[in-house]
């Protein structure tokens, strides 16, 4: 079965760039534009990993991360944030909230897949 | 522009023959949209006076250029009869009205001569070369200065 | 289109919308607005272009948003809070962002002298440098591993990797599974899993972490690569990595792990757990009902204008056709079927319906727009050393895309003479009483079918005496006419009328009102101006709200068929010869109850006949022009009152005077649409009074 991934991201241009890196590796792509659409969109198509940035209106990354691992059904979903390299009080707090792992933006399309193929069971 | 085609000199190009004002000329068919018949076209107020008018080509205002008149002869009244040869003229459309159509050709570029000294310049301006074909001398017509002059400054 | 260079143009488009949100917000903040929403707004989209740009690696872009970022980061924190300067310099620094976001675009960069002062203006009031773009600097905590640089590797390393994940490995989601997974693609692999800490069911948690590995991996990798499989999990486990020869017998227990203390760190935990998993086990109405109260979003669609252009076009085909139809049917039979003609009716509301609708899709608030204006009056505020302050009423207003984009260059004019001209410096408002901050005003609404767009200001309105002179002078007057005030206002859209007195760079390019009255004219709009010594100005322009149907007058003149639009008219007059008035040469007016006005011989007027020497017989449609003034137009005959599809006579033909556009006719003929307007002005080539007001009979 094809592996579903969620990406989180209120960048029109990111959303862009991640659909054509994980169609071209052969993902399912489903999206969301903050962190309230992610819940969503989520919970109607129940993906094996997710993909958020950080910096989002109504509902960043880190509220988004946090409401999903309270959630009886999707804790246990792994979560991949996206970062920029410099931002490391921000890499921590995404993980304290309970992020799998991360990327780095500007990301690289190979890094990407082994950074998803790290947590996809 | 599509005609810049037809000056590779190993490229072959075909042409729309066809008569106006009584002299035979020929139009490459990359600048031709369609062929249709003459339909009555309204008067553009103040228009100079190689402009027919304009028809409805299926909602688009189209001009009509009476080709003969265009290049300094006498002009037809159109019948049914005549043709209406939809060009087009960089971004934009036209219809030149003309008497009849003959036929279409493939010509080698090398076919192409140059305009005779002996044209006037009204003709040299919208003639870029003659083709001799089966004893026939046909014009080879441009539609870079078909329209008039200044609709460039026009541009929406 | 190579996707790439797809993605790079919704970056770009992105950009657009991510520097009006930036404007906006810190206008918002300059305001006073200081919640952290708004805050948030701003320092997000600059961090979004930055983000992009680096993908697309924009390397001036990267480093000036990343400045900017980092300033706005900082207010966003709370650490700095911006004065009146400040949000000037984040104002100015917006603008730029822009400017370079276009420079970026275009792949010409020009002088980047105004960005390298922008941050170093940022580094002063942040205090020091930016933060540097860190490496990653090792946060997470790295277990025993080797720390020095691995030799040449061998043709085959053996390593030996001990992994005793942590709750929190799993609490993160992470799965060893996935990690042996991809050890396997590494090399040879094989997992020895010790399941010596498992407990028996009863006291089993579920949540906690009983099992170890050692791992066995032959692989032609370095360490460096081993380790990096193991990156999310650092310091949610108990990882080694060592680079020795396999172990081939199997030992019992790693020697590292000590059983008796996790075993008592388990028991000691375990209610802990129990009370934490018990709490967490069932779902929580709360958090499911939290994301339904989301603010509603209207879902929305990306369409190409390509696409709703056809779907215009294709309805306007609709409309002319049904027009086509109808005409025919009410023509062909001579006794009128009522259910033909119901039917019919219900078909032409039916398509003027879908007509209205589509229309629509091309809707656009004009606040974009209006959003660019705040940025050119900056500027010339800037250039000129006044103070002014841009309001807006409106914003939300709708109108056609085309007309949002055509109005931009006269709106930018009328703007900058408002600054440059309208408004006095802040010395000269001081001493006139008024505050030193100059208003300029936009607005934008509905009004009886129409867009009305108001440009005022509130400055020293338009010195009359000055303009009568400087229209005299230009011969564009005669030296004695007597002209109302606002008739004195009007000689502003005359061609080549400036009353710039130096030629100043803002406004005085050689562009006059006469070129932006021609603009909005061009729209389908008029344009009026009214003005008050020491007060201001307003200019108020009327545009049509769609820009692809027109309800109008159909008229002929020696069977020509014209359009004449219905917002011009104002009454038809029956034609009485006696109302006639003949002025010598062509000219003629018509007495129009107690005012004359002049008549227009539209036959003669576009060349359709001579002009004629005495007007007999015809119809005369009485109508005002975009400046108020009333002229009576000469037609032959009316037909009826149409709705009628434009058709553009300039797309393959030219700009015509006296004609607007073009139609399409129920017998599928075209009709050309009068530019009333242009007609009228047309026939004045010398100045004449518009109106006469004829004196009371005695």
Known sequence: MTVKILTVDDSRTMRDMLRMALLDAGFNVVQAEDGLHGLDVLRNEQPQVVITDINMPRMDGFGFIEAVRQDAQYRAIPILVLTTESDDDKKLRARRAGATGWIVKPFDPAKLIAAIRRVAA | MIEKSATDLTREAEFVAFRAGGLEFCINIMSVREIRGWTPATVIPRAPSYIRGVINLRGVVLPIVDLGVRLGLPGTEPTARHVIIVAQVG?????????????????????????????????????????????????????????????????? | MDPMAEIRLTFFQECEEQLAALENGLLSMQEGESD????????????????????????????????????????RSGSLVPDADAMKLFLRAADALSDLVSASRDGALGDTAPYISIEEEFNALIGGGTAEEDDLSGLDFQPVVTAFEEPPPPARNAYTIRLRPLRELFAKANEPLALFRELTRLGTFSAHCDIKNLPFLDTFEPEDSYLSWELHLESESPQSAVKEVFDFVEGDCDLAIDLRQPVTETAPLPQEMDITAILRKVREEAPAIAATAAAAAPPQPEAEAAPRNKAAVQPTIRVDLDRVDRLINLVGELVINQAMLTQRVLHSSHVRDREVTSSLEELE?????????????????????????????????????????????????EVDKTVVELLADPLTHMIRNAVDHGLESPEQRIAAGKPPEGTVKLAAAHRSGRVIIEVSDDGQGINRPKVLQKAIANGLVPPDAQLSDSEVDNL?????????????NISGRGVGMDVVKRSIQALGGRISISSAPGQGSTFTLSLPLTLAVLDGIVVTVD????VIPLTAIVETVKH??????????????????DVLVPLIDVGAELGVRAPASDLRSGVAILIETANGTRSALLVDNIQDQRQVVIKSLETNYMRVDGIAAATILGDGRVAMILDVDALVGLRHHDWAPAEIPLAKAS
């Open chain 2, 91 to 156: 971004e934009r459309a036209a219809g030149l009205l003309v008497d009849s159509v003959s036929d279409i050709l493939s010509v080698e570029d090398t076919s192409i001569q140059p305009t005779p000294d002996v044209a006037s310049n009204l003709a040299r301006t919208f003639v870029r070369g003659v083709i001799a074909m089966d004893g026939r001398m046909m014009s080879v017509i441009t539609m870079d200065n078909v329209l008039p002059a200044g609709m460039e400054l026009e541009a929406a």
């Open chain 3, 36 to 75: 952290s929403e708004t805050v948030n707004a701003v320092f997000r989209a600059v961090h979004s272009i930055k983000g992009g740009a680096g993908a697309f690696r924009l390397g001036a872009l990267v480093s000036f948003a990343h400045v900017f970022e980092t300033a706005l980061d900082k207010v």
């Open chain 3, 349 to 397: 509301r039916l398509t003027r319906e879908i007509q209205e609708s589509v229309m629509a899709i091309r809707a656009q608030p004009v606040r974009p727009l209006f959003q660019r204006m705040s940025r050119i009056v900056r500027e010339v505020a800037d250039a000129t050393a006044k103070d002014v302050r841009l309001r807006t009423e409106g914003e939300a207003t």
């Open chain 3, 492 to 504: 502003l859209f005359l061609p080549g009328f400036s009353t710039a007195s130096a030629v100043s």
């Open chain 3, 559 to 562: 069977e020509q068929v014209f």
């Open chain 3, 576 to 593: 009485e010869p006696s109302r006639i008035h003949h002025m010598g040469d062509h000219s003629f007016v018509l007495r129009v109850r």
